[in-house]
T-cell receptor
């Protein structure tokens, strides 16, 4: 089963608008990461937030983490058509001394020019 | 370009066949992870190798196996293929496996994937 689940499954907005995606997870974590995937391509790492952090920024990206609610959000400000992609959150699950990133099903974002 | 390479890019084969997917990690990365991505299951972790040794196993079928060679490249072998094995297969690499305690997780770098179609 998935550790993290993104919401909404799909999001369609106009260029210039902000896009907010949410991720909920089930068990305690060390880190939470957000990745982006263009159609049929590999995932690209966007940002990592540690469990003791509440907010992190990277360019037009803002990530928040609420460990009490076991949730995170990814905000993309002033969206561009090039932001069209699927966005995944990944939480680390311990397995035999390794920390395995476990991905949700993703949010599909379409930004209309 | 992530620095992770995967071959082949596309693979079309028939049910019952066996295929091998290849992955070369980024220079200096010791960990290789394999993932399967399908429409109905999302991105599923299959298996991880670190410096030649298996470190973690996920939802990997018994028909599937993997190994990591001394030069750190990895191969994923899929046998007795079924229609449901059609998917995108990604490998990813990272610097290390992580350590117990602290914030162990390192960013993963994904390859472009191999699209497997089983007819």
């Amino acid at each position: 089963s998935q550790q993290g689940e993104e919401d909404p499954q799909a999001l369609s907005i106009q260029e210039g608008e902000n896009a907010t995606m949410n991720c909920s997870y089930k068990t305690s974590i060390n880190n939470l990461q957000w990745y982006r995937q263009n159609s049929g391509r590999g995932l690209v790492h966007l940002i990592l937030i540690r469990s003791n952090e509440r907010e992190k920024h990277s360019g037009r990206l803002r990530v928040t983490l609420d460990t009490s609610k076991k949730s995170s959000s990814l905000l993309i400000t002033a969206s561009r058509a090039a932001d069209t992609a699927s966005y995944f959150c990944a939480t680390d699950v311990t397995s035999g001394g390794s920390y395995i990133p476990t991905f949700g099903r993703g949010t599909s974002l379409i930004v209309h020019p | 370009d992530s620095g992770v390479t995967q071959t082949p890019k596309h693979l079309i084969t028939a049910t019952g066949q066996r295929v091998t997917l290849r992955c070369s990690p980024r220079s200096g990365d010791l960990s290789v992870y394999w993932y399967q991505q399908s429409l109905d299951q999302g991105l599923q972790f299959l298996i991880q190798y670190y410096n030649g040794e298996e470190r973690a196993k996920g939802n990997i079928l018994e028909r599937f196996s993997a190994q990591q060679f001394p030069d750190l490249h990895s191969e994923l072998n899929l046998s007795s293929l079924e229609l449901g094995d059609s998917a995108l297969y990604f490998c990813a690499s990272s610097v290390a496996t992580g350590t117990s305690g602290g914030s162990p997780y390192n960013e993963q770098f994904f390859g472009p994937g191999t699209r497997l179609t089983v007819l």
